[in-house]
């Protein structure tokens, strides 16, 4: 089926946030093309899920030692493609993904591996189950350029090394980190077949998601996994969403004011606040809400807006638009009677590090995902108060709790909706490979990292053997009176609510269950 909404295909672009300069063009990547690369990839896919896992694993192996070789040419092209300062595109996004393929290189043995069974009801004694992964076949991959090697390669290597073949479809802003990612996999021994990279914009996307492929891993927004999840549920196909978060940041009496105002900064505004999991809302007892307000304004007035120079900390916003949306955030704050301290939109896409006090519920800084330099700060009473704050939001993406009470902040964390809570910290979950992370509520559903980010690219197959081939099932046909006694008498053996009950069920139940005979 072909996307309904079909844009022209044109071309993408490489740019530079910092300078607007083009320095790449893309083609962007036909309908047809795009069915074309599924079909390669389902031809090709067999042959990859029949190597051994340790073939796949050693490739895995050669691209991590390909992309630390060659870490500093992935960050270069990372920061000219997104803005972001090298250290966090080492970090956050070389670094990162090192670890990814590291994690799936040595657990994958451990979380692929069959298991063997025996049921737990006693009627089936004799059945050996034995519990396989298989991969699901051709996986779609749409991502977003916030973190542009990092989140399309954390779902990638899951996928190849359970023995998936995979269609990437990188964001249209930052096509050439996915292109060099998709070239080092290939380069490491992974087939062209089983690893395309397609350029390309929204409808390329659209084509991707109604294409003939088996699952889908989006990671976008909300408004647009909307739109893949319901392609993915005309098809029947599963797909795993990771959306967009309104992150609360609770400050506690007790915390460390200095250090919550270091993190919730460096959380906060780090990427150009350009992050899923960064805290959005910062919601401050009322005990230390004005002593916090000024570490928070002191602390984000250090920070130095640049991106190349040594000691620049917070870079260009990817594009025009994404500034305009968040100045119109800005804009309803101040005009709700919030007091904004450090607004302002520098030449080009850079925006200085805002901290937007005396926020109230009803602002859409807020009530929606605010993507970019901005943090929102209100004053609450009490932890209640917190709790019901940090949860009125569409959003459960992840959280934060700031207080040296650490069994306090576990009872709040306990209480938040969220797919990840850190305590004394924020953020760092995207940074853990071993740790399953994604959303609850509008920021999605399916986890990536960890044991059950590889379990989301394969299904799980039972295979039931009766390994004694000549005797009959006791609850096949045959179905007489004797028979319609056996049954009762297996429901009380098995499920009596006394010991006398269960023990006026067992004879009949035990002489049926290995009797060989049956009149049919
Ligand atoms: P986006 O939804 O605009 O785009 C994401 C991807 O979807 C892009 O590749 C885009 O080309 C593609 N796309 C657009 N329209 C499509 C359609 N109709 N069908 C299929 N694909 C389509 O998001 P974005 O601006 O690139 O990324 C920012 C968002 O991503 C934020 O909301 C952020 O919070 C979220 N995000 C979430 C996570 C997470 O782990 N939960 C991580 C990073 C970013």
Redesign the pocket.
Known sequence: MRSETRELPTAVESIDPATGEVWRRWPATSDDEVAGAVARARAAQPAWAALPLGDRRRALARFRRRLFERRDEMAALIQRESGKPAAEAMMADVITTLDAARFCERRSRQVLASRTMIPGNIALWRKRVTITHEPYGVIGI??????PLL?PASSTLAALVAGNAVVL?????TPATAVRFGQLLRESGVPDAVMQVLP???????A??QAEIDKLF????????R??AE?CGRRLIPCAL????SDPAIVLEDADLETAASGIVWGRFSNAGQ???APKRAIVVDAVHDAFITRLEATAAKLVVGVGAAGSDVGPMIRTTQVDVLEAQLRDAQERGARVAGAARGTGHFFAPTIVSNASREMRVMRE?T?GPLLAVIRVRDDEEAIAVANDTPFG?SASVWSRDLARARRIAGRIAAGTVHINDAVSV?GMADVP???VKE??TGR?HGDAGLRECVREKAIVVDPFPSWRQPWWFGYGAEHARNIDAFARFWHGRSLFERLSGAWRSLKMLVSRERPI
Do not use: D, M, Q, R
């Open positions: 749409i991502s977003p350029w916030n973190y989140l479809k990188p964001s249209e802003l390309g914009n929204g409808a390329t996307g659209a991707l998601a989006f990671t976008g927004s909300a408004a647009t996994g739109k893949v392609a990771e959306l967009g978060g992050t899923c999991v995902e993507f993406l995207v992370h994604g959303g920021s999605g990536v």
